[in-house]
């Protein structure tokens, strides 16, 4: 029996269809629901801003993901797995990159179509880095500079402390006009090298953080990074942790025999006191 033309030019359709769109594969994935850091003796706190993780299945790309992160993969059995840490680079969301001084996580996952596997990354420092904290456990390690007319000091008020038993607290009055500190060690850095300053903070008005250079016969101030507000007003500080990247000044000061860390703030608004906090300082670099 012969078909009519009609019905034969839809069945070749329909077959050509199915050869141009073959079932498409249904993927695998992997649940991240949440990470972990930890810190080893000399490393510090454990305090950390992870804000996205980049995974990797055989050295493929699986994209950068927010957590919680449910993620698609079109591989199937046994497969190498690396997750790496991601931060915002001096806290903004268009610089976010893999932090260099955290080990990734690594994992071996067998996929099929549709089974999820769930996995919690777990984090921590790299062996070979220098790690150079700076806390108030022990005191206030920072010491007016320049034209500061405020004030800084040790707080150990438990609704004001970070953790532990101590932070810093910088404050102006609303007849002080300039809050400048600086450290009152002297650092030394390697141009050319990954140098962050990890940091927990809170602050009701805008400072500036950077590092003093020092090669003798010439002091420079070179700043870094203007630090926004936590919170608006008075009150008990809003903690945030920031990575900011500081490996730029040793770059533009190859002379320099030793640098100092400084903040620096004015007021932002007329009248307005203003009380900065900090905690937990830490310069991280490799060992080179």
Avoid at 154 to 167: A, H, P, Q, Y
Wanted: hydrophobic share 35%.
């Amino acid at each position: 029996m012969r078909l009519p033309a009609f019905i034969v030019f839809v069945l070749v359709l329909f077959n050509s269809c199915n050869l141009i769109n073959p079932d498409e594969q249904e993927p695998g994935y992997i649940y991240i629901p949440s990470l972990t850091f930890t810190t080893g003796p000399g490393e510090g706190t454990s305090s950390q801003k992870i804000t996205e993780v980049w995974v990797y299945v055989n050295e493929d790309i699986m994209g950068v993901y927010d957590l919680p992160a449910n993620i698609p993969v079109l591989k199937e059995g046994s497969q190498n797995v690396r997750i790496f840490a991601g931060i915002k680079n001096n806290g903004f969301s268009d610089t976010r990159i893999r932090y260099p001084f955290y080990v990734p996580f690594d994992t071996t996952l067998t996929f099929s179509a549709l089974k999820t596997d769930t996995v919690k990354p777990r984090f921590e420092y790299f062996e070979n880095l220098l790690i150079d904290q700076k806390g108030f456990e022990s005191g206030n390690f920072l010491i007016p500079a320049g034209t500061n007319n405020g004030t800084f000091e040790v707080v150990t008020d438990d609704n004001l402390v970070f953790e532990g038993n101590r932070s810093g607290l910088g404050r102006l009055t609303s007849s002080q006009s300039v809050l400048y500190y600086k450290d009152d060690e002297n650092l030394t850095f390697t141009s050319g090298n990954t140098i962050m300053l990890e940091m927990n903070y809170s602050c009701n008005n805008r400072f500036a953080i950077g590092l003093i250079s020092n090669d003798g016969s010439i002091t420079k101030r070179n700043m870094v990074l203007v630090v926004n507000p936590t919170t608006s007003g008075e009150g008990n500080p809003v903690w945030n942790k920031i990575y900011i990247d500081m490996g730029s000044v040793p770059i533009e000061n190859p002379n320099a025999d030793f640098f100092e860390l400084y903040f620096e703030s004015t007021p932002d608004t007329d009248g307005q006191p203003v009380e900065i906090y900090l905690d937990n300082l830490k310069f991280v670099r490799f060992d080179q």
